[in-house]
């Protein structure tokens, strides 16, 4: 099953095209990485997909629907979105926060009700953070933040995650920790998640599989080891690379050998 599928998605800003025709099928229960250099396009097909950004033509369908043209309130319900800079209110607490991920579900002018706060304690107890919800946010480490994020995202009940850089500034620890995390949500919870990622090895060792993207467009789409092909790297990323695998998981591992 397909529940997310790109046609012909083109977008960008003010008189400068970005993205070129994206067409891609998302998987269900599968962590999809958007990989490629900076420039490529991967944040602005998140913010066109969350709704920030307007695309200029295609569609994108959620088992049927084109999330495009969904009232804010309506595509929050179906697509959670944790950003690449996080910007928490200090003031809150984690139960507070994580809580307004319900928002799209509430009647205008409706607080909270019960089933509200139930499902806000699963998304906390889901991501790891359900201990920490009488902290507020500026008494959180950059991992304990990220997770948080997503628990708010979590508590929306989205059937597709979009994550922009979900390990950004995080120790090597807490990066896997958030990709262990991200991985386990798609397959037990039924997720459609894609997201952005720099580290190629990353990619390869906790997404299900790959889009490749250069200057707008997707180049290669699949498994890390049918995408990631040193010619095909070394061309996208303007560098020399040679490509071997992981001596324990047997994944590809990108390591780039010079300039060309």
């Known amino acids: 099953m397909t529940p997310l599928r790109?046609?012909?998605?083109?977008?960008?800003?003010?008189?400068?095209?970005?993205?070129?025709?994206?067409?891609?099928?998302?998987?269900?229960?599968?962590?999809?990485?958007?990989?490629?250099?900076?420039?490529?396009?991967?944040?602005?097909l998140i913010r066109v997909l969350s709704g920030v950004?307007?695309?200029?033509?295609?569609?994108?369908?959620?088992?049927?629907?084109?999330?495009l043209r969904l009232r804010p309130a309506e595509r929050a319900r179906r697509v959670a979105v944790v950003p690449q800079m996080l910007h928490l209110p200090e003031a809150f607490t984690v139960g507070e926060i994580v809580l307004m991920g319900r928002t799209p579900h509430l009647?205008?002018?409706?607080?909270?009700?019960?089933?509200?706060?139930?499902?806000?304690?699963?998304?906390?107890?889901r991501a790891q953070v359900d201990e920490l919800s009488e902290r507020r946010a500026d008494e959180l480490s950059g991992g304990e933040q990220q997770r948080v994020v997503l628990a708010r995202a979590l508590a929306q009940e989205p059937q597709v995650l979009l994550l922009d850089e979900p390990t950004a500034h995080l120790d090597l620890k807490h990066q896997v920790r958030v990709l262990e995390l991200v991985r386990e949500?798609?397959?037990?919870?039924?997720?459609?998640?894609?997201?952005?990622?720099?580290?190629?090895n990353q990619a390869a060792l906790f997404a299900d599989s790959v889009a490749?993207?250069?200057?707008?467009?997707?180049?290669?789409?699949?498994?890390?080891?049918?995408v990631f092909t040193a010619e095909r790297l070394s061309?996208?990323?303007?560098?020399?690379?040679?490509?071997?695998a992981h001596p324990?998981?047997?994944?590809p591992v990108v390591m780039a050998t010079g300039t060309l």
């Open 53 to 67: 950004l307007a695309a200029r033509g295609g569609e994108a369908r959620l088992n049927g629907t084109d999330l």
């Open 185 to 200: 949500l798609a397959r037990v919870d039924n997720l459609t998640v894609l997201m952005t990622l720099h580290d190629l």
């Open 235 to 244: 061309r996208v990323y303007g560098l020399h690379v040679a490509v071997g």
């Open 107 to 125: 009647p205008l002018w409706a607080g909270e009700g019960r089933r509200d706060c139930e499902v806000a304690w699963a998304a906390m107890r």
């Open 6 to 44: 790109l046609l012909n998605l083109s977008a960008g800003y003010g008189a400068r095209p970005v993205l070129h025709g994206i067409s891609l099928n998302i998987a269900a229960s599968q962590v999809t990485a958007l990989v490629g250099p900076n420039g490529a396009g991967k944040s602005t």
């Open 212 to 226: 490749l993207m250069q200057r707008g467009e997707i180049v290669a789409h699949g498994s890390a080891q049918d």
């Open 248 to 251: 324990v998981r047997g994944t």
